[in-house]
């Protein structure tokens, strides 16, 4: 499998869904090698980079739309190495508050202003408000021996580092 195939699909999606609800979106550049390939289960990594991107994605046009300036892209860089591929999701939409960091992994939680109707009333997928991308995201990560660390600076920019043990190296902790 690789993971770049799988970013460039999952920032499509992502990329998709921010169109329908803001009528653009910024743009999603992907470095690495696009050749690399390991084994991963495909639908979680596809779920952990969409939700990823599509918070970024969120940030960077909430802080752009009403500008004049052109808004920046989503970085996405896939690194193999050694022991972790590492994907690198960089964006410029401003950052999370310092006070805010403790609350993104906590099921439920979502900086949304209007979440949405969750009593099966929807229109499907959207941008934010469920609260469990981020956390969820991490759990899959750590379930099979990575992890995922948000680092923000606030009034820049976020960076999530979504490491993922080569699934040769670790076992899956079954009960």
Do not use: W
């Not at 906590?106 to 609260?131: C, I, K, Q, R």
């Not at 750590?142 to 979504?162: C, K, N, P, V, W």
């Amino acid at each position: 499998m690789s993971p770049m195939t799988v970013a460039r699909i999952a920032s499509e999606d992502a990329r998709a869904i921010c169109m329908r609800e803001y009528g653009s979106s910024p743009d999603v550049d992907i470095y690495g090698d696009p050749g690399f390939t390991f084994p991963y289960v495909t639908p979680h990594l596809h779920l952990m980079i969409f939700e990823l991107v599509k918070n970024s994605l969120r940030a960077v046009q909430e802080r752009y739309m009403d500008s004049d300036k052109l808004a920046p892209p989503v970085r996405i860089i896939v690194a193999d190495g050694a022991e972790d591929v590492t994907i690198k999701i960089s964006d410029e939409g401003g950052g999370i508050p310092r006070s805010g960091l403790s609350r993104i992994f906590t099921y439920l939680y979502s900086t949304a202003e209007n979440p949405p109707d969750l009593d099966g009333h929807n229109e499907g997928v959207t941008m934010a408000g469920y609260g469990y991308g981020i956390p969820i995201s991490r759990l899959y990560a750590r379930y099979f021996g990575g992890d995922l660390q948000i680092i923000s600076m606030e009034g820049y920019g976020t960076d999530a580092y979504l490491h993922l043990s080569r699934l040769g190296d670790s076992e899956e902790p079954l009960p």
